[in-house]
């Protein structure tokens, strides 16, 4: 079973930084390609960064320069550092991976339970 933890969120003030993890077991990691997405009240879903099984990452546009994804495939964990915080960061922040098996093929996906992240002005 698939299981995907995510931790790190919390109140902080515009400007500061918060990292989130993602910590992912059940699978082999090194299988896994993680992406993080969040989601505000009234809004729908949005993708803010992804790292592929071979590390290559992607941002979405208005995250460029101030988040980083980074996994650390000795621990089975995903990060996402976050700096110059705004209040539109705030959000409830999910993990995502995307399995795939032995042969490269698309497996299945899965969510985590997700963490608040909250920027106060």
């Known amino acids: 079973q698939v299981q995907l933890v995510e931790s790190g969120g919390g109140l902080v003030q515009a400007g500061g930084s918060l990292r989130l993890s993602c910590v992912v077991s059940g699978i082999t990691f090194s299988r896994v390609a993680i992406g993080w997405y969040r989601q505000a009240p009234g809004k729908q879903r949005e993708l803010v960064a992804r790292?592929?099984?071979?590390?290559?990452?992607n941002y979405a546009n208005s995250m460029k320069g101030r988040f980083t994804i980074s996994r650390d495939n000795a621990k089975n964990t995903v990060y996402l550092q976050m700096s110059s915080l705004k209040p539109e960061d705030t959000a409830i922040y999910y993990c995502n991976a995307n399995v795939y098996n032995a042969f490269g093929i698309w497996a299945g996906a899965f969510w985590g339970q997700g963490t608040q992240v909250t920027v106060s002005s």
């Open positions: 790292i592929g099984r071979n590390s290559t990452t």
